[in-house]
Every structure is written in C-alpha cells, then in structure tokens.
C-alpha cells in the first residue's frame, strides 16, 4: 500500500477532509446545474429582442473605476425599456449605439438578460470548475489511484 493510501485509508482527518471536499465538489456541480437550468428555462419563456446601448455609466469602486452597459430596448407592445446591466468591466465592453441582444419576459419587461457569453455562462462555468476541483480532491483523498506508483 502506497504512503497516500495509507494515509486516506486509516486516518480520520484525511477521511473527513475527503469527505467534505467531496460534499463541497457536488454542492458546487448542483448549484451550477441549477444556475444553468433557470437560465435556460428563462429564454424559453422569454422573447428576444436587440436593445441599443444608450450610454456606459462609469461605476467606482475601491479597486478602480468599471463601465455598466445602459441598454435600451423596444418591446413588441412598443413599450421602451431601459435596462442597467449589473455586469460591469473595464475597459467598456460595449459602446454607445452599439446593438446587443436580449432576452425579456413578456409577463415583466424589467426582467432581462443580455445575450453575451459572461452574463449567460459565467456562474455555471465558475461552479462547475469549482465542483469539478473540490469534487476531484476529495474523491481522489478517499480513493487514491495506486497504479501510478507501479510505473
């Protein structure tokens, strides 16, 4: 039996620490399933519409200054909409009269989500890589894979 085995076979600290990171690794891959659910049952029910950047609001913060996007939109009652985004960044990541796509709900037009790849997949991505790491740790505490020390 290897050193590491040994290790995660009899002693209780390594056991309960593999244990948790395990727990941890699976509660992160459920909330990214869940985070990636609600998105995709929001555009199912939303209607998609191309909002025109109105203005990029400079934001401080105590690290720096970043730039929120100000989109406005037209829904297809004709009611027009003007979405703050909470997604910030430095330098801009959009422009005035730049056109972006978005989804809303039909049943409350203030309910939107911006059709860009860091408002739609970042938390999934982040908790499932998160999930993955914690998940593979703790798996591998408990259950070493001894056949690398045969070579």
Do not use: K
């Not at 985070?35 to 203005?55: N, P, Y």
């Not at 409350?108 to 997949?121: A, I, L, N, S």
């Not at 499932?128 to 070579?151: A, C, E, H, K, N």
């Amino acid at each position: 039996m290897t050193f590491a085995a040994a290790l995660s076979a009899y002693n209780p600290f390594m056991r309960t620490f593999g244990w948790v990171f395990f727990g941890l690794g699976v509660l992160f891959l459920g909330i990214a399933i869940i985070i990636w659910a609600w998105g995709v049952a929001f555009r199912m029910g939303a209607l998609e519409v191309t909002g025109r950047v109105s203005d990029v609001i400079l934001s401080p913060r105590s690290d720096g200054n970043v730039y929120c996007p100000a989109v406005r939109f037209t829904t297809r009652v004709g009611q027009t909409f003007t979405h703050y985004s909470n997604i910030c960044s430095w330098p801009a990541s959009y422009e005035v009269g730049q056109e972006v796509p978005m989804f809303y709900d039909a049943n409350d037009p203030e309910r939107v989500q911006m059709d860009d790849f860091f408002g739609t997949w970042f938390l999934p991505l982040l908790f499932g890589f998160l999930g993955l790491v914690f998940g593979s740790v703790g798996y591998f505490t408990l259950f070493p894979v001894t056949w690398f020390t045969r070579f």
